[in-house]
């Protein structure tokens, strides 16, 4: 052991003594927020370009509106009420007569006027908008006997899937369309002035029972600090640790194995010993900067004022899966290492280990969707997904038995010491190997045979 601690110790100085720590300390969080800051960024420099818009309305009855409701945006939400400064682009529009003769060279004509930067983006608004026909039968299995059905309303831009200007003209067609739907039911809009008001669904979180009172605590709002903010800071967290702790001990095995570093340090300790040292050289790096990057992410949100945010009871969890995940992943690293003879063979074995940490990326989106589902559930207890997608789970808002969390620890111990184990017999015979590239079925024979 005292061996052990010696070469881990030496391990983790020669790699916190670098330039290269301090600066991917400060650069890692950096980069791995650079979405945010980038929207932040672009929030703060928003187009005030105008969009100019065409429409053509089959119907007569709502272009008009849309001109109004034009008007009215550009004299009251797109300039700064205290400076005066544009924050936002007027949208013009021209109302374009239908050419029920050739409608789709007129539909040509428009677009030829976007792609010429004349127009931002033109809408054709259906005859059977008011009241729309109910949808056909659908049609049997097998290719459209004919051309598709036009939409009701159609928006032609070059990019309309994420178009701003597509969202806000919606909102004053449909209520046109709500208007003329009354007006030809005999019903007078002045005798239901609530029609048109929007009221909003607030997100709220659980009642709970105060303990030491007795009293009936009420639910509070759901903040998206705590909904969003903190899984995907806790799944950053653990997936950089494990990037700046674990992954680094393939490339590092495999330069003193080639620069015979290796050989002098067996002539004193066994290739356990030698492994393991690594490992907790690797653990210990993480440590460090997961402490550095908590301890100023708690100051962070305090000085935000978000104190009520901040998962304290996350925090142990947070250290015992990373642990657990580090020698996991950090023996698997390690012995693939040892089996390597230079870099690209490194280069070959690099993506198929990290495959289940990039495949756990994938599968956020379905988990933070549903965190109590039996998909989740049965996913974040896969011990190679359970540290990160445990975790994620652990974050959210709801949380989670304490069962699940507990039986995880268990499998990521139970893979861990099978994969030190493992990771040992591979290591003991590939670290002294020259010359041979890594192949499976060598690696399993030295699992099986040590």
Known sequence: MRKIIRLARREYMATVKTKGFIIGLILAPILMS???????????????????????????????????????????????????????PAYPIEIVKPNVDNLRQQRLELSDRIRKGDLYAFVEIGKDVVHPTPHPTPHP???????????????????????????WVSWPINNQLRKLRLADAGIEESKVKDLFTWVPVEGLGLASLDEATGDVKDARRSKGVEAIGIPIFMIMMIYMMLIMGAQPLMHSVMEEKNQRIAEVLLGSIQPFEFMMGKLLGG??????????????????????????????????????????????????????????????DVQSLALPAMLPL?????????????????????????????????????????????????????????????????????????ILMQGASPKLRNIIRWVIRG
């Open 34 to 88: 650079g979405g945010f800051i980038v929207l932040k960024l672009s929030e703060s420099r928003v187009d005030t370009t105008d969009k100019k818009m065409a429409v053509i309305d089959h119907t007569g009855l709502i272009a008009e509106a849309i001109v109004e409701a034009s008007k009215a945006r550009s004299e009251n939400d797109i300039h700064d009420r205290k400076t005066g400064k544009k924050t936002g």
């Open 358 to 430: 990039i495949f756990c990326m994938f599968l956020l989106g379905p988990v933070l969707k549903e965190p109590m589902s039996d998909f989740s559930t049965w996913v974040s207890l896969f011990p190679l997904f359970t540290p990160l997608i445990m975790l994620f789970r652990q974050s959210t808002p709801g949380g989670v038995p304490l069962w699940q969390p507990c039986v995880g620890i268990v499998n990521i111990l139970a893979l861990a010491i099978v994969s030190v184990w493992a990771g040992g017999r591979i290591f003991r015979i590939g």
């Open 283 to 344: 653990v210990g790096v993480a440590l460090t900067a997961s402490s550095v990057y908590i301890v100023g992410g708690i100051i962070s949100v305090k000085y935000m004022g978000l104190v009520d945010s901040i998962p304290y009871g996350l925090i142990p969890w947070y250290f015992g899966y990373l642990i657990l995940a580090l020698f996991m992943y950090g023996s698997i690293f390690a012995a693939l290492g040892s089996a390597c003879s230079d870099s690209k």
């Open 141 to 167: 299995p097998g290719p459209p006997s004919g051309p598709p059905e036009p939409p009701l309303i159609a928006y032609h831009s070059e990019n309309s899937a994420l178009d701003e200007l597509r969202r």
